[in-house]
């Protein structure tokens, strides 16, 4: 799994766990220091279901951008 990959699972195994799919760039930062990304502002971009990591796409997941530096995971993408 490609470091990207590794951080968009682990936002969205911590969303997950506290019940609430949106998250703030904060976050994402966090998360990309930990597992060695170095571009946090790129996470989040996808621009195809193809790009998805493996437990979004079994869990029918996909990310959206609310703005002001939030984003979300948003279940219904088939």
Known sequence: ???KDQVLTELFEI???RGNYIFHNDL???VSKRVGFGNPSDATKIDNKDRLPQILLDND???IHLGNGNHQFIKGID
């Open 28 to 30: 994402v930062k966090d």
């Open 1 to 3: 799994m490609n470091k």
């Open 15 to 17: 969303c997950q766990k």
């Open 61 to 63: 997941f996909a990310v």
